[in-house]
């Protein structure tokens, strides 16, 4: 069973603060790692993807992938209210499988 | 570019009774995949059609099952309706689905099934 695992939160932040999201999956062969961003009573909309160890920015956002450790996350520079929202991470697998999604983590930045 | 839409947006029905969802996706997208979530399990795949064939499919009983027509357009049915089904139903479209792992999949609004 391929798992993907993020701590569902709250994890609150201050207004104009890093938050840091983390999510660890369970097979080591997984190729390619997405971040939704879900808004209560709606569909996920895609944040940014990964593919490769290392560092990839866009905008305020940060992927963060380490495949040896098995951990992918996202930094959310200078966090707005605007960014509250539950945050999902998914990840496709080894092999001809679907995309698995965590559970999420509800991210919350106050005012 | 239109995203992906589906319909209804909202479905309220009884137990035992029978339910047909229906996705359009973005045009030239070919893959279709279907999910659904609730508050306990969050998003679970149930399957993915790419021109016109499933290609995968989740952890469901047969109860669920889905199609896709040569314009890319897909339903999902669920037969015999159980109280446990209510949740949002999503489908996402991708260009080449699962089998490129660079495909990204693009969310549509989602159908509230409620059983009541």
């Known amino acids: 069973q391929k798992e993907v695992e993020q701590n569902s939160g709250p994890l609150s932040v201050p207004e104009g603060a890093i938050a840091s999201l983390n999510c660890t999956y369970s097979?080591?062969?997984?190729?390619?790692f997405f971040w939704y961003r879900q808004y209560s009573g709606k569909s996920p909309e895609l944040i940014m993807f990964i593919y490769s160890n290392g560092d990839k920015e866009d905008g305020r956002f940060t992927a963060q992938l380490n495949k040896a450790s098995q951990y992918v996350s996202l930094l959310i520079r200078d966090s707005q209210p605007s960014d509250s929202a539950t945050y999902l991470c998914?990840?496709?697998?080894?092999?001809?499988?679907?995309?698995?999604f965590g559970k999420g983590t509800r991210l919350s930045v106050i005012a | 570019k239109a995203g992906v839409t589906q319909t209804p947006r909202y479905l309220i029905k009884t137990r035992g009774q029978q339910v047909t969802l229906s996705c359009s996706p973005i045009s030239g997208h070919r893959s279709v995949s279907w999910y659904q979530q609730t508050p306990g399990q969050g998003l679970q795949f149930l399957f993915e059609?790419?021109?016109?064939?499933?290609?995968n499919k989740g952890n469901f009983p047969g109860r669920f099952s889905g199609r896709q027509f040569s314009n890319s357009r897909s339903e999902m049915n669920v037969s015999t309706l159980e109280l446990g089904d209510s949740a949002l139903y999503l489908c996402?479209?991708?260009?080449?689905?699962?089998?490129?792992?660079?495909?990204?999949?693009?969310f549509g609004p989602g159908t509230r099934l409620t059983v009541l």
């Open positions: 097979d080591r062969g997984s190729q390619s």
């Open positions: 998914a990840v496709i697998g080894s092999g001809n499988t679907p995309l698995v």
């Open positions: 996402a479209s991708s260009l080449d689905g699962l089998a490129g792992f660079t495909d990204t999949q693009y």
């Open positions: 059609y790419f021109s016109e064939t499933q290609r």
